[in-house]
Each structure stands twice: as C-alpha cells, then as structure tokens.
C-alpha cells in the first residue's frame, strides 16, 4: 500500500495494513511478536482461537505491540522502526505526510458513548473528560448510550477515526469504573495499567457469566475477587 495523495483521505485500515505488512517482513520484529503476544495475554487473560473475541482481542494486542511493545534490548516500538523505514523509502513530500499523522500520539483511553447515530457519534474520554465526534461509527451501532469502552481513536487530517478494536464493559460496573476513572484523573495517573487491568476483567466477564459480576470487576477489596 501506497500513501494516498493529499485529496485522498487516509484512513485507520491503510496505516494499519501498511504496518503490519512492515511487521510480518521484519524478521526482527516478527520474532518479538511471540514474546509480546504471551506477555499481553499473561496480562489481559488467556486467548482462545475458538473465543466469540479472538480477533477483537488480537487487534487490541497488535496495536499494543506496535505502539507500546518495547523490547528488553531496544527503546524503540514498532512504531518507531516502521516510521523511520519509511522515511528511507519514501519520497521526502509523502515521508512527511505520514510523520505528520503523529499516529504515536493517538488516543488510548476509557470512552463513554454520549450520541450515537448511524452517520457519527460523539464518545467522551473519561479521563480527560473531552469530547470527540467520530464519523461512521459502525462498531458503536446497537451499542447502549452511556456504554463504557476501550479502544484507540486516531486523528487523520483532523477527522476522527476508531481503530479496530473495541473492549465494551458491562453498565453494571459504570459507577465504580468512573470513580476509579475519577481518582486517576485527580492524582494524573497514567491511564494504560487500568485500561490493562479492566480488560482482564472484560475477558473474565466473557467466560464467567455465571458469576457476581462484581466478583470480577473487583474495585472493592472487601468482595472476594473471582480467580
């Protein structure tokens, strides 16, 4: 894949085929994938080809080794590499156009959906408390307004645009995940450990419908936690 020219929009699904086809031809790099994979799973729960999630969570874990990853030998992410790949391959005018998108500086956060429509939706980061109108928001579509969720939100050429993954926590657990959400804001936590943390329970919450939910979403320490 080509960088489109300056008329043509450029979107989520480009940057992401051109990255992971980078990734799958850096030998390098594809070796790391397996250290990063068992590492992320030890941390969110353990992934199934046969979960009705798999390649929900398999995106959420691809955007995190490309733009989180740092191995024990390198400081650099996947990222990083891939941009400064580009910048030797690519005309200077086109090179310049991709290191403007800032595509490391992307938001990921908690999100709560304020205003769904079939054409846009207006999400709020619960963190910042700022709000975002994304266009086309089909992963949102049949989704409950107030829904909490995790996922990256990219800004290409000043339009908003969701990535490819979306982890949506039940709104039985609103209340205690905002507080929490309060608290980080208050003390300028960084927001990825919770974010970490909160997807592990999503992923507990997926096979355990049996159990007290919050059991699972364990914010208070006097409620055994389910293991």
């Known amino acids: 894949m080509n960088l489109k020219s300056e008329s043509s929009v450029i979107t989520f699904d480009d940057v992401f085929i ?14 790391e994938l397996i250290d990063a994979r068992a590492d992320f799973f030890l941390l969110t729960g353990k992934l199934n ?7 929900n969570r398999m995106n959420a874990f691809l955007l995190w080794f490309v733009f989180d990853w740092r191995s024990r030998t390198r400081w650099q992410t996947p990222y990083e590499l891939f941009l400064e790949s580009k910048k ?6 086109n090179s310049e156009s991709l290191a403007d998108l800032k595509l490391d500086h992307h938001l990921h956060s908690l999100f709560e959906s304020r205003k769904l429509s079939d054409e846009a939706a207006v999400i ?24 909490y969720f995790e996922t990256r939100v990219f800004n290409f050429g000043g339009e908003y645009q969701f990535s490819n993954y979306f ?11 905002k507080k929490r959400c309060k608290i980080i804001r208050k003390n300028r936590e960084p927001i ?12 507990k919450w997926e096979r355990y419908r049996n159990i007290n939910i919050n059991n699972i979403y364990h914010f208070d320490k006097s409620i055994p936690e389910a293991k």
């Open 18 to 31: 051109e990255i992971s086809s980078y990734i799958e031809q850096n030998g390098l790099l594809s070796s």
């Open 49 to 55: 080809e046969t979960d009705l999630s798999f390649t």
């Open 88 to 93: 030797k391959t690519m005309p200077e005018k």
């Open 124 to 147: 709020r980061d619960m963190v910042t408390l700022k709000e975002y109108k994304i266009r086309k928001p089909d992963f949102l579509l049949g989704s409950s307004k107030g829904t």
């Open 167 to 177: 982890i949506q926590h039940p709104l039985k657990v609103k209340k205690a995940v």
């Open 192 to 203: 990825k450990p919770f974010l970490v943390l909160l997807h592990s329970y999503h992923t």
